[in-house]
């Protein structure tokens, strides 16, 4: 589901989501996400670009990834996302998880 590129001295690490992230995926996907995240703080990129289907609790878990980076001092950057999932973060007004072409900003 997810693959991880760690980061190098010129590249942010890097996570790919691959296939849906919904209510029945959502457990195996956060047990997987926290064996991930390292301990130092490194800039991220998340390529939801392999997204399939999402739904609101996949949402809730993309929230707690950006939240839990963001507190531990990492860059949060969202890189591509289908346009199905686009329309549902736009929908529930979530532009955090939206790519933008630049770090999404930490809320203090």
Request: proline residues 8%; aromatic residues 2%.
């Amino acid at each position: 589901m997810f693959t991880l590129a760690a980061a190098t001295a010129d590249t942010p690490a890097r996570l790919r989501l691959d296939g849906d992230l919904t209510i029945y995926e959502v457990r195996a996907a956060r047990e997987q996400l926290l064996a991930l995240l390292p301990a130092q703080p490194v800039p991220w990129q998340l390529d939801l670009g392999g997204l399939g289907e999402l739904d609101s609790a996949g949402v809730q878990l993309l929230l707690s990834l950006h939240k839990t980076l963001c507190a531990n001092g990492h860059e949060a950057e969202v890189i591509a996302l289908p346009g199905n999932a686009r329309a549902l973060l736009e929908l529930l007004r979530l532009p955090a998880l939206c790519p933008a072409g630049s770090p999404v900003p930490c809320e203090e």
